[in-house]
């Protein structure tokens, strides 16, 4: 098993250009989730797919859209970056939705600069 | 869910106990104590968890006080790969959909020769 995968790994963006962080997990979880790390800080939550067919806004989800394509695969949009976007982004999925029980795995993060 | 508190940085010798605590003083009864740790650069990675019993796992052991408002994490012989930022989480067990979780600043823990 990959576990949770991420593509790309590194992305230097000019301001307004688009671009999709893709990714994928490979053990059959239900729940997927886009974090964003700054430096020195906590992961703080931008969106969220309980379950296929479904997302949600996080914390932070100005200036992002996310399409939950299939069971494996979660990706997010970022239709004009802007510098304020530069930052970590870590992908998790987990198996069953809001269970106590159930622990979250996270992919290896795309670093992103934004110009 | 309840907010965590811990200390930003602690240091320990290699080969000892690494005693991390957390206090989550407003911990409600439905609220889980979950730990995970991110090594520099790397995606955080689930530790252990628990709810009112003591936790151990291959990784830690996890103690939660009686009146579980505060816990500490121990790594038994800490090695320098142990050197990581420590999350301290507490979660309730949704019913809904949402299951994400929320991150503080962490300690960092450095382990030392």
């Known amino acids: 098993n990959a576990g949770v995968t991420q593509t790309p790994k590194f992305q230097v963006l000019k301001t307004g250009q688009s671009m999709t962080l893709q990714c994928a997990q490979d053990?059959?979880?239900?729940?997927m989730y886009w974090y964003r790390q700054d430096p020195g800080m906590g992961l703080r939550l931008i969106y969220y797919?309980?379950?296929?067919?479904?997302?949600d806004k996080g914390e932070v989800p100005n200036g992002y859209n996310v399409s939950r394509l299939n069971k494996r695969e979660f990706s997010l949009r970022l239709e004009s970056a802007a510098p304020s976007q530069t930052s970590v982004y870590f992908c998790?999925?987990?198996?069953?939705?809001?269970?106590?029980?159930?622990?979250?795995?996270f992919g290896p993060g795309t670093r992103l600069t934004v110009t | 869910d309840a907010k965590t508190t811990q200390p930003p940085s602690m240091d320990c010798a290699e080969g000892r106990a690494a005693n991390l605590p957390c206090n989550h003083s407003?911990?409600?009864?439905?609220?889980?104590v979950y730990w995970y740790r991110q090594i520099h650069s790397q995606g955080p990675q689930y530790i252990i968890h628990?709810?009112?019993n003591n936790e151990t796992n291959e990784m830690a052991s996890l103690i939660i006080t009686e009146d579980r408002k505060s816990s500490t994490l121990i790594l038994p012989h800490a090695t320098l790969r142990d050197t990581a930022v420590y999350y301290c989480?507490?979660?309730?067990?949704?019913?809904?959909?949402?299951?994400?979780?929320?991150f503080g600043k962490g300690t960092k823990l450095s382990v030392k020769p």
């Open positions: 989480i507490v979660r309730a067990n949704y019913g809904g959909s949402q299951g994400n979780l929320i």
């Open positions: 407003t911990i409600s009864g439905n609220e889980y």
């Open positions: 053990m059959n979880h239900n729940s």
């Open positions: 998790a999925s987990t198996l069953l939705p809001g269970q106590g029980m159930t622990e979250q795995y």
């Open positions: 797919s309980a379950s296929e067919g479904t997302t």
């Open positions: 628990g709810l009112k």
